[in-house]
């Protein structure tokens, strides 16, 4: 079957760097993505890895090792309004996008 | 209207019931998506649509049909509800179905089934 993992909820100061790590086994892979949903909302997508390697955009970074089947989400200079939960999702080899029960991130002052 | 839209925003349903669940996107996307999103579980795909006139089953499709007459509009019926329907359900779009192309999401339309 097709499983993403993700920790369920993890903790972080303001101001710190936190990571978000995800791992999967797909059938096929067509790329990864990391959304934002904060509560009672809808997702927003924040990055996109195809290849091996760092996406950097702004204080948000996303690594990908394909042949570990392994992505974390890197968060720099963490703000209150970055608390919510962080969706990993994978495409698969018939470019549906598998999911991830997300992670919730919790910012402490 | 920006982007995608959803209507209603929650509905309390009687089991057994026949609902329809409407999603508009005006960014003419191609492809368009429905989700529902329980606790404890990622975003599992119901039906989609890679252009206007085609649909698919996604992950989990059974108890619901779809139709896409035209490029803006993707609605979801409930043919006859049950309680295990009770969720969050989610449209989106992009505008292709590969490629870097990040899929947009609607507000979301919580439904209760007693």
């Known amino acids: 079957g097709q499983n993403i993992d993700q920790p369920t909820e993890m903790t972080a100061t303001e101001g710190a760097i936190v990571q978000i790590n995800c791992t999967y086994q797909t059938s096929g892979f067509n790329g990864l993505f990391w959304y934002q949903q904060h509560a009672g909302e809808a997702p927003t997508f924040l990055s996109y890895?195809?290849l091996d390697g760092l996406e950097e955009k702004g204080r948000f970074s996303s690594f990908l090792s394909r042949s570990k089947g392994y992505s974390y989400l890197l968060l720099k200079e963490l703000q209150m309004k970055d608390s919510a939960s962080y969706l990993c999702a994978v495409r698969d080899s018939n470019y549906q996008l598998i999911w991830g029960a997300g992670t919730k991130l919790i910012i402490k002052p | 209207i920006a982007g995608i839209t959803q209507a209603p925003t929650s509905q309390i349903l009687a089991a057994g019931r026949r609902m329809t669940l409407r999603c508009t996107q005006d960014?003419?996307?191609?492809?368009m998506y429905w989700y529902r999103q329980d606790l404890g579980l990622g975003l599992r795909l119901i039906h989609y649509s890679n252009t206007a006139g085609t649909t698919g089953k996604g992950e989990v499709p059974d108890g619901y049909s779809v139709s896409r007459a035209n490029t803006d509009d993707f609605p979801l019926t409930l043919a006859s509800a049950v309680p295990s329907q009770t969720s969050v359900y989610f449209c989106a779009s992009s505008e292709g179905r590969g490629g870097d192309n990040e899929q947009f999401f609607g507000p979301g339309t919580r439904l209760t089934v007693l």
């Open positions: 890895n195809v």
């Open positions: 960014m003419r996307h191609n492809a």
